[in-house]
């Protein structure tokens, strides 16, 4: 536990604990979504972009809990709040949906590499682009407290 502690003071004060904690639990979806598509591809036998397409929605509901609970701390006082974040977080994931989907059919169909080459490379992006969106568009609470407040008057 000690070496926990200084290990998270250490990236806290080099402002890099944010960026650990949400490669982490990045890494623990990406996980989810490679397992995910594998089961469907192969015990399953599903066509890889159905297996693709499920594997997203299990490591989607699987990111929000994480990045809201553990990444950003995000609080929601209230039903409308909760709805906001999720329809942008689910807003952001359909777009890296697309980016994942696009360079998987590139990489598959067009240049003829492997599944497990192209669903690394995907998950590579995606898990960039979804950070960025993350911290900058989806949990920040200012800005949903200022839709309620402008929302009520």
């Known amino acids: 536990m000690k070496f926990y502690l200084r290990f998270k003071e250490a990236l806290e004060e080099r402002k890099l604990w944010n960026l650990f904690i949400y490669l982490f639990f990045?890494?623990?979806?990406?996980?989810?979504?490679?397992?995910?598509?594998?089961?469907?591809?192969?015990?399953?036998?599903?066509?890889?972009?159905?297996?693709?397409?499920?594997?997203?929605?299990?490591?989607?509901?699987?990111?929000?809990?994480?990045?809201?609970?553990?990444?950003?701390?995000?609080?929601?006082?209230?039903?409308?709040?909760?709805?906001?974040?999720?329809?942008?977080?689910?807003?952001?994931?359909?777009?890296?949906?697309?980016?994942?989907?696009g360079v998987m059919y590139v990489m598959i169909d067009l240049m003829n590499t492997t599944n497990l080459t192209a669903k690394i490379v995907t998950q590579i992006i995606v898990v960039l682009a979804n950070y960025l969106f993350s911290k900058f568009l989806i949990f920040n609470q200012a800005e949903i407290k200022n839709f309620e407040v402008n929302d009520e008057s």
């Open 26 to 101: 990045g890494g623990l979806a990406t996980i989810v979504n490679i397992v995910t598509y594998f089961i469907c591809v192969e015990w399953l036998s599903l066509h890889y972009l159905v297996a693709n397409g499920i594997s997203w929605i299990a490591s989607v509901l699987f990111a929000f809990v994480t990045n809201k609970v553990w990444v950003f701390h995000s609080k929601t006082e209230s039903m409308l709040e909760l709805l906001v974040e999720f329809a942008k977080f689910i807003f952001y994931r359909v777009l890296s949906l697309g980016m994942d989907m």
